[in-house]
């Protein structure tokens, strides 16, 4: 490649994006302690911040068409600097809410489709080719050196330097972005603002939904919100049903809207034609599950090991290191695999190893997650979805023109950020609510008296909090029960944990299995080697002083 300098500058922000979610993800335990929250309220900022990008993704990348595309990068990355800084400094859940899971997201929907974009207008052919590659493979690194990063430095300084440091990162990464060239002339086109309304309105609500499932009930309500004393579930039906079904009416509406729009010869938020193409329809399909498993994964087991086992950031970290190790080492073989195997045979070949390890991690959940089977299960969910990442950019950007390659990298980022936002939505909201309905079954039949049955039930009415497993004797004996009581409901409680793992293990293994499904699209052709061309013969050079028979 001939200009290094370009992909520097655009893999640091990458980085920056990648490695936000995979440090606070190691936090959990020490962010809930430090800020006085619970975990559901920061699986709800850990939901909300990748949420954010997949629903104003399409209107970031819209932004730098209008923009210019350098200028989008410049002045999301500056946001993004501001939202680090406020979550470094945040006080309480609500400012982390708002500088991490808003501001943060807000600008990464600029810098991320302006990334993909960049790299298509700064390099051509095989260079392209090797710059997609460069960029997934910053990704996987994120992904392996984050977890250590965020332990080493939760454990021995505080979760809030990570911050301080992207702040610094990105205000490099301004400095040198006239580094980089634009050369996509702007577009002068209207932003149709019901568009926008419409496709973010949809997914929050469809996310938010599945979010509050755990507390809600998916079709019988649980423990509903009230009003005025009076329980809010119409026609009998749990909010989650009503809420995901009114979010998938606004994107019915929302694609409607779209081709109603270049009927009538404007401009629309997306060109919905472009998922008739069957290569981009599957690569995103295929991206979005992705990331729905890796952040399925990246939420129950930090989870586990934090508040079960008792470990703390770094050695959260260190368990996941062998996932983080495989991610990129695959992702450079899958890189060099493309040569000689079809995208399809490698996306296919990650799938199945993905499948293998769901399961090998679901027989793996005992209770202190330290067999080898484990550390097994997480190095080959690592390589199959580092395989997965080699290709899938490059086969949903070389599927359309370099014209749509914005759009194209704005449908990227909703599709990894959605899938992102489902993975700690769905996964978290069935580990939740396992531990919830284990719990009460537990209790139930247990040895324990009926007044202390009545009375742990009158206390977990509202759901099941997780909390360190360590804390819970304490717990039970400051709510009123006997030294030897409390013990038996800290083994349930234990034993509830370990439950719901395995049923969340079990969903990430549905999803793997679900994805197969949908990469019947990615191009099943072989690169073709280019030849170099045949020298024509000459003739032997004479010895000097020769003379012709």
Not at 204 to 213: A, E, H, R, T
Not at 226 to 234: D, F, H, N, S
Not at 279 to 288: A, C, E, I, P
Not at 290 to 314: D, E, R, S, W
Request: net charge neutral; aromatic share 8%.
């Amino acid at each position: 490649m001939k200009k290094w300098s370009v992909i520097v500058v655009l893999g640091a922000a990458q980085f920056v994006m990648v490695l936000d979610g995979t440090v606070m993800n190691v936090s959990i335990s020490t962010v809930v302690a430090d800020l006085d929250t619970t975990v559901s309220a920061l699986q709800a900022a850990i939901t909300f911040y990748t949420l954010t990008m997949a629903a104003v993704m399409l209107l970031g990348a819209k932004l730098g068409d209008i923009w210019g595309r350098r200028r989008a990068f410049v002045i999301g990355s500056c946001v993004y600097a501001l939202g680090s800084l406020t979550t470094a400094l945040s006080p309480n859940i609500a400012v982390l809410f708002l500088g991490w899971s808003i501001i943060e997201g807000l600008g990464a929907v600029l810098v991320i489709p302006a990334i993909a974009a960049l790299v298509a207008d700064n390099y051509k052919g095989p260079e392209r080719i090797t710059a997609y590659a460069i960029i997934g493979a910053v990704s996987g690194g994120a992904v392996a050196v984050g977890p250590l990063i965020g332990g080493f430095v939760t454990t021995y300084f505080s979760w809030r330097y990570v911050f301080v440091a992207e702040v610094v990162i990105m205000a490099v990464v301004v400095i040198f972005t006239r580094r980089v060239s634009d050369a996509t002339p702007r577009q002068s086109v209207r932003i149709d603002v019901p568009s926008v309304l419409l496709s973010a309105a949809g997914l929050v609500f469809v996310v938010f939904g599945m979010l509050q499932s755990k507390t809600w009930g998916w079709i019988r309500p649980l423990a509903s919100p009230e009003i005025g004393g009076v329980e809010i579930a119409p026609l009998g039906v749990s909010l989650t049903a009503w809420f995901m079904l009114v979010g998938g009416l606004l994107v019915w509406a929302f694609v409607h809207r779209q081709l109603a729009l270049v009927r009538g010869g404007r401009p629309p938020l997306v060109h919905m034609e472009m998922f008739s193409l069957r290569q981009l329809r599957s690569g995103l399909s295929v991206l979005g599950l992705q990331y729905t498993v890796t952040a399925g994964l990246f939420f129950i087991v930090p989870v586990y090991l934090q508040m079960t086992l008792g470990l703390n950031a770094l050695e959260t970290g260190v368990k996941i290191f062998p996932l983080s190790v495989s991610l990129v080492l695959l992702s450079i073989i899958g890189t060099r695999l493309s040569k000689v195997w079809s995208a399809r045979r490698i996306v296919r070949v990650g799938q199945l190893i993905l499948v293998f390890s769901a399961l090998l991690l679901l027989g793996s959940a005992t209770e202190d997650l330290r067999s080898v089977l484990f550390a097994i299960g997480m190095f080959l969910a690592g390589a199959g979805l580092g395989l997965l990442a080699s290709q899938l950019g490059n086969v949903n950007m070389s599927a359309v023109s370099e014209k749509e390659s914005s759009e194209v990298g704005g449908l990227q980022g909703v599709f990894q950020n959605l899938g992102s936002s489902l993975g700690t939505a769905l996964i978290g909201s069935i580990l939740i609510g396992a531990l919830a309905t284990s719990f009460a079954g537990g209790v139930a039949a247990s040895d324990l008296p009926d007044d202390a049955q009545a009375l742990i039930s009158q206390a977990t009415e509202g759901g099941v909090t997780i909390v360190p497993a360590a804390s819970v004797t304490e717990i039970g004996q400051e709510a009123g029960l006997g030294a030897d009581e409390a013990e038996t409901l800290s083994t349930i409680y234990s034993d509830s944990q370990l439950s719901s793992l395995r049923v969340a293990f079990f969903g990430l293994t549905a999803v793997s299995v679900l994805a197969l499904l949908f990469s019947r699209g990615i191009p099943a052709e072989v690169p073709v080697r280019e030849r170099a061309p045949e020298r024509a013969p000459t003739a032997p050079r004479r010895p000097r002083g020769s003379t012709l028979d």
